[in-house]
């Protein structure tokens, strides 16, 4: 059965303290995995899409890299604007393009 | 280009009542999708159309239908509402995102109370 876990479920950090988010997967044939942001009250707002192991992608102060069985995103000397859910998805072969998400990881950056 | 617009964004509701969310997106795309999202659960599929004509179960379908009215719109119904289906429904498309690869644009969301 395809499943999407995310560690921790909640993340504190001061300003400036670096941490990574792991997102683990189980999935026949993965296509793609997605990372997404979201803000309360909104809907999730694309960050990355990696295709496989070994790829990685930055924007700003985050990076995301890809494992046969899991993803991380790293976060550099985060914001408080950084502050948000961030959720992890993964498609797999086909082309019906159904997401599979996990239960997102919750990041508050304090000042 | 207003993406992926949702009515309404909010809506209460009594058991057994009905009602459609109405989800358009403008920006040509061929895939649409349903979720919804309650606490600890993520985001769940509800319903999904590949392309226009077409539509398909996902993971949470009981209770709902939907209608991909054209390749703009696609609607989802509730017959009668139960108060399990309280929760933040959000649609989405699916195309390229600027050369970046293929992602799934979603909409801002309706938080649907049924009493």
């Known amino acids: 059965e395809d499943q999407v876990t995310q560690s921790p479920e909640a993340l504190r950090l001061q300003e400036g303290e670096s941490s990574s988010l792991n997102c683990s997967y189980t999935v026949s044939g993965l296509r793609g995995l997605f990372w997404y942001r979201q803000d309360p009250g909104k809907g999730p707002e694309f960050l990355f899409t990696l295709y496989s192991a070994g790829e990685e992608k930055e924007k700003e102060r985050l990076k995301a890299t890809l494992t046969k069985k899991e993803s991380f995103l790293h976060i550099t000397a985060p914001k408080p604007e950084d502050s948000a859910t961030y959720l992890c998805a993964v498609q797999r072969g086909g082309n019906t393009g159904k997401l599979i998400f996990g239960q997102g990881t919750t990041l508050q950056v304090k000042p | 280009n207003a993406g992926v617009t949702q009515t309404p964004k909010f809506q209460v509701l009594k058991t057994g009542q009905s009602m459609t969310l109405q989800c358009a997106q403008d920006?040509?795309?061929?895939?649409m999708y349903w979720y919804r999202q309650d606490p600890g659960m993520g985001l769940r599929l509800i319903y999904y159309?590949?392309?226009?004509?077409?539509?398909d179960k996902g993971e949470v379908p009981n209770g709902y239908n939907v209608s991909r009215l054209n390749k703009r719109e696609f609607s989802l119904r509730l017959e009668s509402a139960a108060p399990s289906q309280t929760s933040v429904y959000f649609c989405a498309s699916r195309g390229n995102f600027g050369g970046l690869g293929e992602t799934q644009y979603f909409g801002p969301g309706t938080r649907l109370l049924v009493l």
């Open positions: 920006m040509n795309h061929n895939s």
């Open positions: 159309s590949a392309s226009e004509g077409t539509t």
